[in-house]
């Protein structure tokens, strides 16, 4: 693989290349757009691959709803009584299971916000789309968020991670009386903000190559079809690389278990709404329509400058995916006062912020006391 696409996609840094999936394409220019337009019509015809086992959630839950885009899980113990409000964690909505918020033991959001002081912790875990689903656009999503809400009394803190980061804030914007505080950790909000290559893609290639995907996916963004595009571009890093590395580790039983755990997440990617998708694709990081107030959620114009709960800003130094400024620069249009905003950069890229043991024993237990520190647990 080239630097420049090294630079592009880290290691193990691969929860959005699906979503992003030209990111790569766009370092080897007008060549490389034309060579993965190629590999996506073929992969949309013909996709062989050795499908893994499905993602697991690794601290025990329950599923307390069920909804059109979601199934809403709950990590509380059963021995213990609600005494606080819900912590809601958004997860990411890019084309990869939300088991990312609770990956592994050791490697899970969930686990340390349950270990330091949190007792009544739920997860969206967003369902991949069907052909039914295929029209659902973002204000469907927002809508089942509030449908949470309301289901767990009206009154959460939120986390957002990642795409499930912008939703959340969106929900914030919409509906800010019910959000008791909020955390965005590697969510693009300023989607002009940094150079970035997310940010040079989305100006760079037409809105008709995405329309073109989703017409061969017969109205949804397949994520198979991604998958599989993305590996044809990178073959040396995807197949070959891959397998030496796995003779060089043979003996390693660790570093077998661990790369059995990732592909089990890295191999199975989701369905997105055909929808959906092009909405975030043209309003979102096109058009920058949220930062700029002129999105439209749930029948009104959606402005920062309504959300006025404590805020929490997390980015990585390394994030190629979502930049520190796209993350930070929300602080501008906030109208949470400044002395209630925490702007935090920790070392890393962007899976890191979420699953990286290092972020996980370092930061989040801070993020966790922030949020007890709002006062705003007790019900």
């Known amino acids: 693989m080239s630097k420049a696409m090294q630079e592009v996609v880290p290691h193990h840094e ?18 490389g757009v034309k060579q993965f337009q190629d590999n996506l019509r073929f992969a949309a015809e013909a996709i062989e691959i ?29 021995s213990i009584k609600h005494a606080q409000t819900p912590v809601l964690v958004g997860a ?37 789309a069907t052909s039914s689903m295929k029209a659902f656009g973002i204000d469907k999503y927002l809508a089942d968020i509030d449908a949470t809400f309301e289901f767990l009394g009206g009154k959460v803190n939120l986390i957002g991670l990642c ?28 989607t002009d903000a940094g150079n970035g290559p997310i940010k040079k893609m ?33 073959p040396e890093e995807q197949y070959l690389r891959k397998y030496l590395d796995l003779y060089e580790h043979i003996e390693d039983k660790s570093y077998i278990e661990h790369t059995e755990h990732f592909e089990r997440w890295y191999e199975n990617p989701m369905d997105l709404p055909g929808a959906y998708y092009l909405q975030v694709i043209k309003q979102i990081f096109k058009e920058n329509r949220f930062a700029k107030g002129e999105f439209v959620g749930l029948g009104k114009r959606l402005s920062l400058k309504d959300v006025t709960c404590p805020v929490y800003l997390l980015a990585g ?11 930070f620069d929300a602080e501008k249009y906030l109208g949470t006062p400044k002395s209630e905003i925490i702007r935090k950069l920790v070392p890393g890229g962007h899976i890191g912020l979420f699953m990286g043991s290092k972020t996980l024993r370092e930061c989040w237990p801070d993020i966790a006391r922030w949020i007890q520190s709002t006062g705003q647990l007790a019900i």
């Open 14 to 31: 691969h929860s959005v290349p699906w979503f992003w999936p030209m990111a790569a394409a766009i370092e080897l220019g007008k060549e």
């Open 92 to 128: 990411p909505y890019a084309g990869h299971s939300s088991t990312i918020a609770d990956y592994a033991v050791g490697q899970s959001l969930v686990e340390v916000l349950l270990g330091n002081g949190l007792d009544y912790v739920l997860v969206t875990d967003w369902k991949g």
């Open 163 to 190: 795409q499930g980061g912008w939703m959340s804030a969106m929900y914030a914007a919409r509906l800010p009386d019910k959000v008791c505080s909020l955390v965005l950790a590697g969510a693009p909000i300023d």
């Open 317 to 327: 130094s390394e994030d190629d995916i979502t930049t520190k400024e796209q993350v």
């Open 50 to 78: 050795t499908v893994s086992p499905e993602p697991e959630w690794a601290t025990s839950n329950r599923v307390v709803l069920e909804l059109d885009t979601m199934r809403l899980r709950d990590f509380t113990s059963k």
């Open 202 to 234: 989305a100006h760079t290639l037409p809105l008709s190559l995405y329309e073109e995907m989703v017409v061969a996916g017969n109205g949804c963004m397949l994520g198979q079809t991604m998958l599989a595009g993305w590996k044809s571009m990178n």
